[in-house]
């Protein structure tokens, strides 16, 4: 049986109560006291309602995922690469998930409302926390996301960590070969510089933070496992090659 948070989870009037609370909390800390640079929201206006996978680079546990969540509700407002006021708050698009850490969403009151505002909780298999050893998601976890993707957008962190050019894990591209989805790259920068890891407090003021939203990838879902997280690896800019120009 579904835990009451799951239910509730499920109701979009819960979700938009959730989503206004949590977007009230950021918007200072990405628009106002920082400065949020947004590129490539052409590639996100027409997409279908469903079966879309965002793949993203990573750098804290939480300010990544909320600024998606803005961008993605400004734009369902027809804003182009810009939060402005955020008006869009008052009727916010919540048919988006993303995959965290179980653990992770348990530790405070926040992270718990973070849950609520769509997560989908994955068991991690390292025992260090942050530490990029897992390899692929268990059965479970990975239908509960290809479920998710049938009528939603879901958002996804190829590396599981924190850590810049960590190694991408097969279950993304499993997933993705899986499903068939769209697969929508995104690069973050600096959000590490501007915020906390673990939470929504200001490391620094004045940061110019960028969400970079690529063109749709060309997948060939008959590729191998491990051609497919390699595509993925290169679209967010954290292959070896990039690791390299660094």
């Known amino acids: 049986m579904a835990s009451l948070q799951e239910r509730l989870k499920s109701i979009n009037i819960v979700r938009k109560f959730v989503y206004v609370i949590i977007g009230s909390l950021s918007y200072p800390g990405l628009a106002i006291i920082n400065r949020i640079k947004i590129t490539g929201t052409e590639h996100i206006s027409n997409l279908p309602p469903r079966n879309v996978l965002f793949v993203s680079n990573h750098q804290t546990y939480f300010m990544d995922v909320i600024a998606f969540l803005h961008i993605f509700c400004a734009v369902k407002w027809r804003k182009q690469n810009k939060l402005g006021i955020p008006y869009y708050l008052l009727n916010p698009f919540t048919k988006v998930y993303f995959v965290s850490a179980e653990d992770t969403m348990k530790k405070t009151f926040m992270t718990k409302l973070m849950a609520m505002a769509g997560a989908l909780t994955v068991k991690r298999t ?3 926390e942050d530490k990029a050893v897992r390899k692929g998601l268990n059965l479970s976890d990975s239908k509960k996301i290809l479920t998710t993707l049938k009528n939603n957008w879901v958002i996804t962190f190829p590396q599981g960590t924190t850590t810049p050019f ?11 070969k899986q499903s068939k989805a769209l697969v929508i790259p995104i690069v ?3 959000f590490n510089k501007a915020f906390h890891k673990k939470s929504l407090k200001l490391l620094q003021k004045g940061t110019t933070i960028t969400v970079n939203i690529k063109a749709p990838m060309q997948i060939n879902y008959n590729d191998s496992l491990d051609d497919i997280l390699s595509q993925i690896m290169d679209a967010i800019e954290q292959s070896d ?5 660094g």
């Open 126 to 128: 390292w025992v260090e």
């Open 166 to 176: 960590a190694p991408g894990r097969k279950g993304t591209a499993f997933l993705v």
């Open 241 to 245: 090659g990039y690791k390299k120009q």
């Open 188 to 190: 973050i920068e600096n």
